[in-house]
């Protein structure tokens, strides 16, 4: 094989050649290879290597660092056969200690890849490069002892060392030894980097960890848990930080990311390492904020141990989405947010009263989001039932403009104050109908609230609301309120207001619960009722409504008109049939112009005709009116 490479010489092998003196055989290699010096070392003869040396150095010195087919060097055959005198031989006579292979590789690279500890002792004791860079990846030959998973080429690293290794070099992408070391959990390279009283256990890699993160990746109660632990703790020791923070990750200390990762454990021991729990990152955030908005229970109350402030506020937005991001938050609001009930029980240490941006404290965000438990909680912790918002708005209020029935009735359940009035003037009993809650309604009914003021029947009747106005009837809401009239100096009935309005249901409803049908507004000089209002409008329903409830069918108002008169004005007929059919009207009343509700001559060609045939069928003796021009 050494001298022919075809198979009928496949079983040749060193030994084949023992015998066959040193000239003889270089002859033969010479004249049947292209490589004849490295097929000399390959036979493991000195005598060979020697004489080929001997006859070439002077003529050509670059045979002894040529490259074979296969991008052998010399050198490094002699090192793989272990052949040291034959190694020691080609050195005398020029050999690169740093030659390269066509991939770029050189011989210590790829001693230390074969995990070779001949070859790269050789390697190293002879002077070799030892911080030559791999190509693409730029790593040395330490970075490759340390990233070895055994302790396998740990003299090597050592001799590295001593000869001079850079024990902080960065390869590509800025990975160090060190890095690779605790990535491996290769505690023998670890151990001798951190005895290096030049190492930089803070440098990090083009991703911004350093050695301390990748070491508290392995914090996780597993196997190698309490390797790694001791690694941190040595670490440390060494000079690392414990609250290093890097621009690639938002300012981010190793709390901040180890919480990001849920990495509870790890952040857990890394605040033992006394890491500071107050860190904050470019947007405010501590780590306790971290831990709140996911949940981490365990890592909130060692945080805390360890001197968390809980009433922080982050100065920008966790989540960042839009114009209506919130900032300001403390961890608790970030709890309650996640719906982290547990942790909300941690944090109930924190200042309650606390506001983000949009003004909720904590109690207000529990109860926004319906954690009507974690409410109660927070009561009992010392939060405000009766705090306001920058609006002047109750929590009340602002839990009834939500249309959140189910937080009014526990905050009303739990002693708010039902009476406060806000600055624009409007009980909670008012909002409440106007946002139709009935059930906040009633329980405020029931508890006291005041009836009158801002007349809540007149809102729940004028947005046809009956369920509410019987309700707030039935806690003794008068039917008869009076209101601010059209003009300045008027009052009028919530009745007048309503049939003045149109509304003829709802004035139906209060007619049938008892309002006041006789009464005219004040200060005005028309004098009307509602009936002569029902009858100009043609009201049927509240005209029906206003007999049944005896309302006086002759009043007469300012000009002496009864409704039958208005009635016939309008040619309103229903309204006129109902009023004809009350036992008690009186046809014989007249107008200040002294008519009657009647004139005859005309018969049927009148356009009240059909009115006035009905009055002659009821009273044949009603005098005429005169005729209308």
Same mark, same amino acid.
């Given at each position: 094989?050494?001298?022919?490479?075809?198979?009928?010489?496949?079983?040749?092998?060193?030994?084949?050649? +023992?015998?066959?003196?040193?000239?003889?055989?270089?002859?033969?290699?010479?004249?049947?290879?292209?490589?004849?010096?490295?097929?000399?070392?390959?036979? =493991?003869?000195?005598?060979?290597?020697?004489?080929?040396?001997?006859?070439?150095?002077?003529?050509?010195?670059?045979?002894?660092?040529?490259?074979?087919?296969?991008?052998?060097?010399?050198?490094?055959?002699?090192?793989?056969?272990?052949?040291?005198?034959?190694?020691?031989?080609? !050195?005398?006579?020029?050999?690169?200690?740093?030659?390269?292979?066509?991939?770029?590789?050189?011989?210590?690279?790829?001693?230390?890849?074969?995990?070779?500890?001949?070859?790269?002792?050789?390697?190293?004791?002879?002077?070799?490069?030892?911080?030559?860079?791999?190509?693409?990846?730029?790593?040395?030959?330490?970075?490759?002892?340390?990233?070895?998973?055994?302790?396998?080429?740990? +003299?090597?690293?050592?001799?590295?060392?001593? =000869?001079?290794?850079?024990?902080?070099?960065?390869?590509?992408?800025?990975?160090?030894?060190?890095?690779?070391?605790?990535?491996?959990?290769?505690?023998?390279?670890? /151990?001798?980097?951190?005895?290096?009283?030049?190492?930089?256990?803070? *440098?990090? $890699?083009?991703?911004?960890?350093?050695?301390?993160?990748?070491?508290?990746?392995?914090?996780?109660?597993?196997?190698?848990?309490?390797?790694?632990?001791?690694?941190?703790?040595?670490?440390?020791?060494?000079? @690392?930080?414990?609250?290093?923070?890097?621009?690639?990750?938002?300012?981010?200390?190793?709390?901040?990311?180890?919480?990001?990762?849920?990495?509870?454990?790890?952040?857990?021991?890394?605040?033992?390492?006394?890491?500071?729990?107050?860190?904050?990152?470019?947007?405010?955030?501590?780590?306790?904020? &971290?831990?709140?908005?996911? /949940?981490?229970?365990?890592?909130?109350?060692?945080?805390?141990?360890?001197?968390?402030?809980?009433?922080?506020?982050?100065?920008?937005?966790?989540?960042?989405?839009?114009?209506? $991001?919130?900032?300001?938050?403390?961890?608790?609001?970030?709890?309650?947010?996640?719906?982290?009930?547990?942790?909300?029980?941690?944090? !109930?240490?924190? $200042?309650?009263?606390?506001?983000?941006?949009?003004?909720?404290?904590?109690?207000?965000?529990?109860?926004?989001?319906?954690?009507?438990?974690? @409410?109660?909680?927070?009561?009992?912790?010392?939060?405000?039932?009766?705090?306001?918002?920058?609006?002047?708005?109750?929590?009340?209020?602002?839990?009834?403009?939500?249309? %959140?029935?189910?937080?009014?009735?526990?905050?009303?359940?739990?002693?708010?104050?039902?009476?406060?009035?806000?600055?624009?003037?409007?009980?909670?009993?008012?909002?409440?109908?106007? @946002?139709?809650?009935?059930?906040?309604?009633?329980? *405020?009914?029931?508890?006291?609230?005041? !009836?009158? &003021?801002?007349?809540?029947?007149?809102?729940?009747?004028?947005?046809?609301?009956?369920?509410?106005?019987?309700?707030?009837?039935?806690?003794?809401?008068?039917?008869?309120?009076?209101?601010?009239?059209?003009?300045?100096?008027?009052?009028?009935?919530? *009745?007048?207001?309503?049939?003045?309005?149109?509304?003829?249901?709802?004035?139906?409803?209060?007619?049938?619960?008892?309002?006041?049908?006789?009464?005219?507004?004040? /200060?005005?000089?028309?004098?009307?009722?509602? !009936?002569?209002?029902?009858?100009?409008?043609?009201?049927?329903?509240?005209?029906?409504?206003?007999?049944?409830?005896?309302?006086?069918?002759?009043?007469?108002?300012?000009?002496?008109?009864?409704?039958?008169?208005?009635?016939?004005?309008?040619?309103?007929?229903?309204?006129?049939?109902?009023?004809?059919?009350?036992?008690?009207?009186?046809?014989?009343?007249?107008?200040?112009?002294?008519?009657?509700?009647?004139?005859?001559?005309?018969?049927?060609?009148?356009?009240? %005709?059909?009115?006035?045939?009905?009055?002659?069928?009821?009273?044949?003796?009603?005098?005429?009116?005169?005729?209308?021009?």
């Amino acid at each position: 094989q050494l001298i022919n490479p075809s198979p009928s010489q496949s079983d040749f092998a060193p030994e084949d050649f +023992s015998a066959m003196p040193a000239p003889l055989l270089l002859d033969m290699l010479e004249s049947k290879l292209d490589f004849p010096l490295h097929a000399a070392v390959k036979s =493991k003869r000195d005598d060979v290597v020697f004489l080929y040396l001997s006859r070439h150095f002077n003529q050509d010195r670059s045979s002894v660092n040529q490259l074979d087919s296969k991008g052998e060097h010399p050198l490094g055959l002699a090192l793989n056969l272990k052949l040291e005198g034959i190694a020691e031989n080609l !050195l005398a006579h020029n050999a690169n200690l740093n030659s390269r292979d066509p991939d770029g590789f050189s011989l210590l690279h790829r001693a230390i890849r074969d995990e070779d500890e001949f070859a790269a002792a050789f390697l190293i004791t002879r002077g070799c490069d030892v911080n030559c860079e791999a190509p693409a990846n730029r790593r040395s030959p330490l970075h490759q002892c340390a990233a070895a998973v055994s302790d396998c080429l740990f +003299s090597i690293a050592e001799q590295l060392v001593i =000869k001079g290794a850079r024990v902080n070099a960065q390869d590509a992408d800025g990975v160090s030894p060190l890095h690779l070391a605790v990535s491996a959990g290769n505690s023998s390279v670890f /151990g001798l980097l951190l005895s290096h009283p030049d190492l930089d256990a803070n *440098l990090a $890699d083009a991703a911004g960890s350093v050695p301390l993160w990748l070491t508290l990746r392995r914090v996780d109660g597993g196997p190698g848990d309490a390797e790694a632990r001791r690694m941190c703790a040595e670490l440390v020791r060494k000079g @690392a930080s414990p609250d290093a923070t890097g621009t690639r990750f938002h300012g981010d200390s190793l709390l901040h990311r180890c919480a990001r990762d849920r990495m509870e454990q790890a952040a857990i021991y890394l605040c033992q390492l006394g890491a500071k729990p107050n860190t904050r990152n470019e947007r405010g955030e501590t780590p306790l904020h &971290t831990a709140a908005h996911l /949940g981490l229970a365990g890592l909130a109350k060692a945080l805390l141990a360890a001197g968390a402030d809980p009433n922080t506020q982050m100065t920008g937005c966790l989540q960042p989405s839009g114009e209506s $991001d919130v900032t300001m938050q403390t961890a608790i609001h970030l709890a309650i947010c996640g719906g982290h009930r547990q942790l909300v029980q941690t944090l !109930l240490v924190s $200042d309650l009263s606390v506001r983000d941006s949009q003004g909720n404290s904590a109690f207000s965000l529990a109860l926004w989001n319906g954690m009507v438990d974690v @409410a109660d909680q927070l009561l009992r912790a010392g939060a405000c039932i009766n705090e306001a918002n920058a609006e002047g708005l109750s929590l009340l209020q602002q839990a009834v403009l939500l249309h %959140s029935a189910r937080a009014a009735l526990f905050l009303i359940e739990h002693g708010a104050d039902i009476h406060y009035v806000n600055p624009s003037g409007e009980s909670s009993l008012q909002l409440a109908i106007k @946002a139709q809650l009935p059930a906040v309604v009633k329980v *405020l009914c029931q508890r006291g609230a005041n !009836l009158e &003021t801002g007349c809540p029947l007149s809102l729940a009747l004028e947005a046809g609301q009956e369920e509410m106005a019987a309700i707030l009837i039935e806690h003794g809401a008068s039917v008869t309120p009076w209101l601010p009239g059209p003009e300045a100096g008027q009052e009028r009935t919530l *009745l007048q207001q309503l049939l003045d309005g149109g509304q003829e249901r709802s004035a139906v409803f209060l007619i049938r619960r008892g309002a006041e049908v006789n009464v005219i507004t004040r /200060g005005c000089e028309d004098k009307q009722t509602p !009936l002569h209002v029902c009858a100009q409008w043609g009201l049927e329903g509240a005209t029906h409504a206003l007999i049944e409830r005896n309302a006086d069918v002759n009043a007469q108002d300012a000009d002496g008109n009864t409704p039958l008169h208005l009635a016939i004005q309008g040619g309103h007929m229903t309204v006129v049939s109902l009023l004809l059919s009350h036992p008690g009207l009186d046809l014989r009343l007249r107008k200040r112009a002294r008519r009657h509700a009647v004139r005859l001559r005309d018969g049927v060609a009148h356009p009240a %005709s059909r009115s006035a045939i009905a009055i002659v069928d009821r009273e044949p003796t009603a005098p005429e009116l005169p005729r209308q021009p």
